[in-house]
């Protein structure tokens, strides 16, 4: 068993815990209490988990607390039982496919669909990216998770 100060996960637990620290100091004195401290109490509370899955013969309670908070991975929040793209990343998928050269239009669009296909509930995003590809006069296959090429 690793020393848990040796762990990435702990590492970036830690490195959130020391921003939000950093943010919470510098906040108005109105958020400093109520924003501040809930989001202090979080990033310590997800950093104690950690230690205590790391130490703990059972794990999974610990890793289950963690995973019921949502974690946010790739530009996916990850629940339990469901993941969902963050809206943000939407969005930017959209825009990019938009304004991507013609070249690159390809590669990013088919880019984007694998991101979005990750998601459990994901045919709505993907269609909106879907829509934004086809305004550019190329084709989407069905299931909405491959760009073609177009017809010359």
Do not use: C, W
């Amino acid at each position: 068993m690793a020393h848990h100060t040796q762990l990435p996960i702990y590492r970036a637990a830690y490195s959130l815990l020391d921003a939000i620290t950093d943010l919470a100091r510098n906040m108005p004195r109105d958020f400093k209490t109520s924003i501040g401290t809930k989001l202090r109490d979080e990033a310590v509370e997800i950093t104690t988990l950690v230690f205590r899955a790391n130490v703990a013969r059972e794990k999974a309670p610990h890793i289950e607390g963690l995973i019921e908070r949502g974690v946010d991975f790739v530009g996916q929040v990850i629940k339990p039982h469901r993941r969902h793209t963050r809206r943000r990343t939407v969005a930017e998928a959209i825009r990019r496919t938009a304004e991507a050269a013609p070249e690159d239009l390809l590669a990013t669009a088919n880019s984007y669909f694998g991101l979005l296909g990750q998601a459990t509930r994901s045919h709505h995003d993907r269609a909106l990216l879907g829509n934004t590809v086809r305004d550019r006069g190329h084709s989407v296959n069905y299931a909405l998770t491959k760009t073609y090429r177009r017809a010359s």
